[in-house]
């Protein structure tokens, strides 16, 4: 798919098809986030791919949102040190998000559907995925190919108007 394409047609998918994903297609979207820009190019973020039932099941359960990930075919775990410092935290934040958008775009651009999930259950997630101490996970990201929201460039995105969002030279010009 084309960037400009896969941008469009990205969206949060929830229902996946059985159907796995091949491990060549997962390691590029792996390695799309792998090279996500990062503050200080500090890059604090390891990602634990799951696949087992088993563990997709218990990582379901972290968060009422979180149901899609058990029907996945695959989901990456976006995994920070835990930081103190609230400045740290919020730029680990950040370098998460864009993270998370690497990943969801290759996969977009290779037909596959992902969807966020939050974590709620701390406990839960540090034993499934058996993290080391002074690291947490807050963020899933469930993977498969689509059972029902294909992924089509869309016209009309769910979102607000541009012209709403975006302001110019001041925000008087906007919205
Ligand atoms: C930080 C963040 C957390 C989210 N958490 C969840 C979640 O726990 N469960 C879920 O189903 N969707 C979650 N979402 C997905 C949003 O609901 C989704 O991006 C938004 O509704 C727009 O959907 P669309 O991109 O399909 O139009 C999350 C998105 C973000 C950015």
Known sequence: METW????????VRA???????????????????RAPSAGNLQRWDFVLVTGPDAL???????????HVGGSAAAV???????????????IAFDMGQAAMGIMLAAADLGIGS???VV???????????????HECHWIISLGYPGDRPLRPLRNP???AFEDVVHRERWEGGG
Request: hydrophobic content about 35%; charged content about 40%.
């Open 120 to 134: 709620r259950d701390h406990v839960s997630v540090r034993r499934t995925l058996a993290l080391p101490d002074g």
């Open 57 to 67: 099941r218990s990582l379901a359960a972290v968060f009422p949102g979180a149901g």
């Open 16 to 34: 996946f098809e059985r159907r796995p994903i091949a491990p060549h297609d997962l390691e590029r979207i792996l390695d799309a986030g792998r």
């Open 77 to 91: 775990a976006l995994v920070a040190p835990r930081d103190p410092d609230e400045w740290n935290r919020r730029s």
């Open 158 to 160: 769910d979102r607000r």
């Open 115 to 117: 969807g966020h999930a």
């Open 5 to 12: 394409d896969a941008l469009r047609a990205r969206r949060d």
